[in-house]
C-alpha cells in the first residue's frame, strides 16, 4: 500500500529535518524578511508578521501537493 501512514511519518520527519538543517545553516534567513512582510521593532517589544512570507510557502506547499496528488498513483 503506497500511501500508508508509516511511510507519510517517515517523509515528514525527514522534511523537518531537512528544513531544520536549512534554517540552521542560514538558508531560510529571508523568511520573514520579504517585502510585505509586517516587522516593528521598539525598544522591548517585538512583532513579527510573515504574511507575504507565509503566502509564498502556502503557493509552493500546494504546488507540492498538486504535483504529488498528479503523478502519485
Do not use: Q
Not at 18 to 24: E, P, Q, R, S, Y
Not at 35 to 47: K, L, Q, S, W
Amino acid at each position: 500500500m503506497p500511501g500508508s501512514f508509516g511511510t507519510w511519518l517517515v517523509v515528514g520527519g525527514i522534511v523537518l529535518v531537512v528544513i531544520g538543517i536549512l534554517a540552521n545553516s542560514g538558508l531560510l534567513s529571508w523568511f520573514g524578511r520579504l517585502p510585505g512582510d509586517i516587522r516593528i521593532e521598539h525598544d522591548n517589544v517585538r512583532f513579527y508578521f510573515p504574511i507575504v512570507s507565509m503566502i509564498v510557502v502556502s503557493v509552493v506547499f500546494s504546488l507540492v501537493l498538486y504535483l504529488v496528488g498528479r503523478f502519485w498513483k
